[in-house]
Each structure stands twice: as C-alpha cells, then as structure tokens.
C-alpha cells in the first residue's frame, strides 16, 4: 500500500463535516458540437455534481501569476466527482456559472484547483 493511497477519501470525509450549502457544485462537462438545421452549432453539457469551496486568490498570487481581478479559485475534492475537469467547462457554484481557465491537481489526487471566470 502506497504513502498516499486512501488520502483522497480521508480529506472529503473530513472536509464533509464542515457542510455548507456553498460546498455543493455542480461540474458541466461539453460534449461535441453539432451542426443545427439553421447552418449554426449546438452543444450540450453533461451535468456531474460533487463538493468543494471558492476562494478569492491572493494579492501576491495575482501579482506573481497574472491573474485576472475578476477570477476566483475553486477546489474541487476529487471523490466526489466522476470526472476530471478540463479547462473550457463550465462550474456552477454559489448559483453562479464558472468557466475554468485552468486546472491542476495535488500530489495526493484528492482535490483539484481551478481558476475560474
């Protein structure tokens, strides 16, 4: 058994005490567009829930990786989800839609970070 095995479902089991209702999000993921009957292109997204928070980025951090006044972070826990977010998706949180600029994840696989707008 790996160090790091198991640490993904520890931290959301305890993250999941805190509750909240903000702590819920709901990750959109696009699917394939298609041509439409008028010449135009339609897209659907697949809706996946799950839990996490939104931050607001440091001044440092904005400063030292140019980021935007209007984005904020969003981490995701990964056992919550049943898919990775990709840059391009869309996340809907604190009844507000997100587009994710970016994304990495931590060492231990169990949360993602997101920059959103």
Do not use: C
């Amino acid at each position: 058994m790996a160090l790091l095995d198991g640490l993904a479902a520890t931290i959301y089991g305890a993250a999941g005490n805190i509750g909240g209702t903000t702590w819920d999000m709901t990750l959109k993921k696009k699917g394939a567009a298609t041509k439409d009957a008028y010449g135009g292109f339609t897209q659907t997204t697949t809706d996946y829930t799950g839990r996490g928070f939104l931050e607001e980025y440091s001044d440092l951090a904005r400063v030292a990786g140019g980021v935007p006044h209007t984005d904020r972070k969003a981490v995701l826990f990964a056992s919550s989800f049943t898919v990775e977010p990709e840059a391009g998706d869309l996340l809907t949180a604190e009844s507000t839609d997100f587009e994710i600029v970016s994304v990495s994840r931590d060492p231990a696989a169990a949360t993602w970070t997101l920059q959103v707008r």
